[in-house]
């Protein structure tokens, strides 16, 4: 079973940056199209970035242009790098395979503030 374990998370103000990192175990994470996904009180759920097995990303349209996915294959990691951060990027932090497995790690909260 593969297990997902994200961290980084934090507060920040407005305009800040942080760098999330989603550890994955297994040995076929390589091959896995990932993603990052966040939940914000009151809110579903939602996908707001992914990452081919080859590289290739897409973000949404809420964060293009501020965040960006990469992978590490010989680390078996993910990351999002969150720039120009805003309040309305509060929510709860997850990684996941495309699409998402049943279950999922814990998170990692972001939250930003003045």
């Known amino acids: 079973q593969v297990q997902l374990v994200e961290s980084g998370g934090g507060l920040v103000q407005p305009g800040g940056s942080l760098r999330l990192s989603c550890a994955v175990s297994?040995?076929?994470?390589?091959?896995?199209?990932m993603g990052w996904y966040r939940q914000a009180p009151g809110k579903q759920r939602e996908r707001v970035a992914t990452?081919?097995?080859?590289?290739?990303?897409n973000h949404a349209d809420s964060v293009k242009g501020r965040f960006a996915i990469s992978r590490d294959n010989a680390k078996n990691t993910l990351y999002l790098q969150m720039n120009s951060l805003k309040p309305d990027d509060t929510a709860v932090y997850y990684c996941?395979?495309?699409?998402?497995?049943?279950?999922w790690g814990q998170g990692t909260q972001v939250t930003v503030s003045s």
């Open positions: 996941n395979v495309v699409p998402a497995l049943a279950y």
């Open positions: 297994g040995s076929r994470f390589s091959s896995y199209t």
């Open positions: 990452i081919t097995a080859g590289g290739r990303t």
